[in-house]
């Protein structure tokens, strides 16, 4: 079986891409790192490839709001660009699927929620396959613990929604979300392109709607991390990411990095 390739999800470095776009990818790459996942990258699309080039680096999946106008942030709200203006940005950089990020916890308390969400994903699918490109959904907790008839959102979402739309599991927040990322990863099957790959103590509370303080290296907290990877058997990318951490984020990159190539080759 294929090992799925280490990338790491460029909002994790959000605000030194802001002051030093080609320094803190320069970093990245002296990491050990080849492969990325682009954030916000239609309104700079040029610059990020010529770093890429200038480093070795590819963005084979890239996070683009898709399905909401907006979606809001802890840094603020990202506004929906044109479907034609992401997927020309997409091609540029070589991405292959553009992943939405998030929709807000009050689109997923009922099927018809969902339902809307699952269509609006479906029909931009159809824009992006004339472009050669696919597209998918990035979970938070909300996804999780939302219930719908006895099973979550999310899962919900997975079966109203065309066979060409993939999924990528955060395997925090999934955690977080009060299941089983195992169990949650052997139920979506083979549509499941990518895992974000975070860690750190898990308590009752924990929300994405206020970022906790204590993300961790993978490895070092309470989610089952080495086990998810097994159960990803069709994970194309185990992709590092904090949504907010303490220390260098550099470092807590390069220690997740490392984590991660002891389980993969190991």
Known sequence: MPKPEISVQLYSIHHELDQDLDGSLAKLAETGLTTVEAFDFVRRADA??????RYG????TAHAVLVEQTANTPDGLLTRPPAEEVF????????EVVIDPHVPLAK??????VQRTAERLNEVSAQAAEQGLRVGYHNHDHELSSKIDGRSALEVFAGLLDESVLLEVDLYWATAGGVDPVRLLQGLGDR?????VKDGPMREGITSRQLPKDQAPAGTGDVPLAEALKAASSAQYAVIEYD???????EGIRQSYAWLKGQLEG
């Open 192 to 196: 499941v392109v990518a895992v974000h």
């Open 48 to 53: 990020l490839k010529a770093s890429f080039e």
């Open 244 to 250: 907010h951490y303490e220390g260098d984020t550099f």
């Open 108 to 113: 997923w308390q009922t099927r018809e929620d």
């Open 88 to 95: 020309a940005a997409a091609k540029t950089l070589g991405v």
């Open 57 to 60: 680096l590819r963005s084979p």
